[in-house]
């Protein structure tokens, strides 16, 4: 059963892919590290090369290690009202 808060997670990631003005840089590794820590946990993977722009991506995720999807979704929907209200 999907519950209340997997629904909102799923709105406000939808919002914020379709959004067609930038978001800043840093606001962006947000969102990359509190997505990934609420779909797959603290499970980084460490395969392949690594660029600067994947590697500022991993920090962001890892520097949320033991957050629970949750958390992580609260996280990403505050931050997501937080940015789209700025847009309006």
Do not use: H, T
């Not at 709105?11 to 820590?37: C, G, T």
């Not at 500022?56 to 009202?81: P, R």
């Amino acid at each position: 059963m999907i519950s209340d808060l997997d629904i909102a997670f799923r709105e406000a990631f939808n919002k914020i892919s379709k959004l067609k003005e930038a978001v800043a840089p840093d606001i962006m590794l947000k969102f990359y590290a509190y997505y990934k820590q609420a779909n797959f946990g603290s499970n980084f993977p460490f395969e392949g090369e690594l660029d600067v722009r994947n590697g500022f991506k991993i920090n962001a995720w890892m520097q949320l290690k033991g957050m629970s999807s949750e958390e992580a979704k609260k996280e990403y929907i505050e931050l997501a009202k937080s940015v789209l209200n700025n847009k309006k």
